[in-house]
């Protein structure tokens, strides 16, 4: 989810992609960690490469490298 200053962790979000009713941001935090989310198309207006969001998940899947 997005969310407003105080919740979550600071993203800067590096690509945007609409998926029909979904939403995909690649992104990276302050310490160059990637950062993928996806959630619902409402509340994402006006993301786009560059901007700085703040993420917090309802829930998450932590993948290897």
């Known amino acids: 989810r997005v969310h407003a200053a105080g919740e979550g962790f600071e993203v800067t979000v ?3 992609v609409l998926q029909g009713p979904v939403v995909r ?5 302050a310490s160059g960690a990637a ?3 996806a959630f619902a198309r409402e509340g994402a207006e006006g993301l786009k ?6 993420l917090a998940a309802r829930s998450a899947h932590v993948f290897p490298l």
């Open 14 to 16: 590096d690509r945007v």
């Open 25 to 29: 941001v690649e992104g990276h935090a």
């Open 35 to 37: 950062i993928d989310a």
């Open 49 to 54: 490469s560059g901007s700085q969001i703040r």
